[in-house]
């Protein structure tokens, strides 16, 4: 079935530190990507979506490219902030009949050191 | 703020008990999916409700059952409350059940099983 890897965390930086967080996927059709934050004792936000390949989703300082030829979808940013801390969820949407499911990967926990 | 609204925040209950959880959609979304996610974990698709009708399922047990009512808010039902059951559960809506469309989650309500 359709899957998420996400790079294993905790990623601690330094603020003003570039940030990239790997995401790959595994799916059988053409999925619609996704970036979810989530900060502590809250749900889920949006951060950023892309729809097919080769779009670039992007938001607040965020960005990822749908790479189909890798299969990947990697959020980066180029200067983090103290408030970026929280934990990273990529997901993509299972086109699975009529469903519209999200399949998550574990979350990577990013920690921005003032 | 997604216009998704859950209650109660933090409940805690006995092993064997049973819960509802409540859920109201964002303004104009016709669907609603609930999600458990357990600690440290990403989250996992528990169904979706189209117009009233489950139309997608994902691996739980059918002790956790749902509804979804004419103004298209939810209640979420888990029966027999075991240990495991314990976990953040979201509530997310959409403007259709069609795959690919963004999904908007609320804060969750925290499960506590003891």
């Known amino acids: 079935g359709d899957s998420v890897t996400q790079m294993e965390g905790p990623v601690t930086l330094s603020e003003e530190a570039f940030l990239t967080i790997n995401c790959t996927y595994t799916?059988?059709?053409?999925?619609?990507l996704f970036w979810y934050v989530q900060y502590p004792g809250e749900g889920l936000q949006l951060l950023l979506k892309?729809?097919?390949?080769?779009d670039k989703g992007s938001n607040k300082g965020f960005e990822a490219t749908y790479r189909k030829e890798t299969t990947s979808f990697h959020l980066e940013k180029g200067s983090v902030q103290v408030s970026d801390s929280a934990v990273y969820f990529c997901?993509?949407?299972?086109?699975?009949?009529?469903?519209?499911?999200?399949?998550f990967g574990t979350g990577t926990l990013l920690a921005v050191q003032p | 703020e997604t216009g998704v609204t859950q209650s109660p925040t933090h409940l805690i209950k006995t092993r064997g008990q049973q819960v509802t959880l409540r859920c109201s959609s964002q303004?104009?979304?016709?669907?609603v999916s609930w999600y458990q996610q357990a600690l440290g974990q990403g989250p996992q698709f528990i169904f979706q409700?189209?117009?009233?009708?489950?139309?997608g399922r994902g691996n739980f047990p059918p002790r956790f059952s749902g509804l979804q009512f004419p103004n298209y808010s939810s209640e979420l039902n888990v029966n027999a409350l075991e240990l495991d059951d314990s976990a953040l559960y979201l509530c997310?809506?959409?403007?259709?059940?069609?795959?690919?469309?963004?999904?908007?989650f609320g804060e969750g309500s925290w499960l506590t099983v003891v």
């Open positions: 892309a729809t097919k390949a080769d």
């Open positions: 799916a059988t059709g053409y999925p619609s």
């Open positions: 997901a993509l949407s299972d086109r699975d009949g009529a469903t519209n499911k999200l399949i």
């Open positions: 997310a809506s959409s403007t259709s059940g069609a795959p690919g469309n963004t999904i908007y």
């Open positions: 409700y189209y117009r009233e009708e489950e139309n």
């Open positions: 303004s104009g979304h016709n669907t």
